[in-house]
């Protein structure tokens, strides 16, 4: 039985170690998991490597099997795939995902892992918590047939959304990003491109997912009359600043917000988070979502993969970690 792994942690804002772990013994309603992926969530785990996270965010902020605290020394992230070496009979052998950090083996509660579904690669599967907060982000929107939709940013989250929009029957659906590059992801998930300037308007819905003050705008801009703006970004301690003035209250506009840390109001009282998770798993049967996988590196070079993607010289939308050999 596996008892010594390695584990990711932030020493410092900007400086990240592997740190060896002993496992403990699993109880008898626990599980050993031994990792094959996980993946870096770039938007918030970036914003995390850098002493980005607000202290009055630090409690909402924290993750599942998060140890330590903010700014740091902390244990972070949330996108694993694994086997259950051991455990209960129903999940030994299985593949699973679950949120937890960057680890090579951990052991945790039974109830925290989901089995990913035979149609699902595993690779693939360590998007479940992005198409879980996209599942989440629909559940607050609630489009309707033949709507107009644009996603303003076209990171993980916001291509998640993107991707699921794209099954509903008559919708029409714009991804919006100042990257031209990710016209190429929105053809391989079936939408619509634009950069900002070239965005079409008159939108019903605008999703809007960019991270920054001047994609919340436009996203206003985009709406129709009485449109609504669902806002998924997590900007940490950066003010927003926004224009309300033109057709904001003549148009009777609405921004809310949407976060994966509840089920959604409109479903809560009829789905868990376990079903909202295993349904996130199921959806990911599609092959269109591996146009979110961008990219791949070993667990032992995690530091300076996360201190590229928050320089910005590795440019990623769901960033693999492998742990072949730990």
């Given amino acids: 039985m596996i008892r010594d792994a390695h584990a990711f942690w932030l020493r410092s804002p900007g400086v990240g170690e592997i740190r060896p772990v002993t ?16 993946g870096v969530s770039r938007g918030t785990e970036t914003l995390v490597f850098t002493g ?3 202290a009055d965010q630090y409690a909402a902020m924290r993750a599942p099997f998060q140890e330590g605290d903010f700014p740091a020394p902390v244990k972070y992230g949330y996108l694993s795939v694994g086997v259950v070496e051991a455990g209960p009979a129903r999940l030994r052998g299985r593949t699973v995902f679950c949120l937890h950090p960057h680890q090579s083996a951990y052991v945790v509660p039974a109830a925290a892992v989901t089995p990913v579904p035979g149609g699902v690669p ?21 489009p309707l047939v033949g709507d107009r939709v644009s996603v303003v940013g076209a990171g993980m989250v916001g291509c998640a959304v993107a991707a699921l929009l794209a099954r509903f029957p008559g919708v ?26 070239d965005a079409a308007d008159g939108r019903d819905l605008v999703v809007h997912a960019s991270a920054t003050a001047p994609g919340l705008q436009r ?7 009485e449109g609504t703006v669902v806002e998924l970004s997590w900007y940490g301690d950066r003010p927003v600043e926004l224009s309300l003035g033109g ?3 003549s148009g009777r506009l609405t921004i809310r917000s949407s976060q994966v840390g509840t089920v959604s109001p409109a479903r ?4 868990s988070y376990a079903d909202r998770m295993a349904l996130a798993l199921e959806l990911l049967a599609d092959p269109v979502f591996d146009a979110l996988l961008t990219g791949r590196s070993r667990f032992a070079d995690l530091p300076d993969v996360l201190d590229r993607l928050a320089a910005g010289s590795l440019p ?4 693999l970690i492998t742990y072949d050999g730990e």
């Fill in 172 to 197: 029409r659906v714009e991804l919006v990003d100042t990257d031209p590059a990710r016209a190429a992801v929105a053809a391989a998930l079936g939408v619509g491109f634009a950069s900002p300037d």
């Fill in 247 to 249: 057709s904001f209250h």
């Fill in 23 to 38: 496992l403990p013994e699993p109880g008898p309603d626990e599980v050993l998991v031994r990792a094959l992926y996980s």
């Fill in 316 to 319: 990623a939308l769901c960033h």
């Fill in 52 to 54: 980005g996270v607000p």
């Fill in 268 to 271: 809560a009282a009829r789905r």
């Fill in 219 to 225: 996203a206003i801009d985009l709406l129709a009359p």
């Fill in 122 to 142: 595993a690779a693939r599967a360590v998007l479940a918590g992005t198409v879980e907060t996209a599942v989440n982000a629909l559940w607050d929107a609630a």
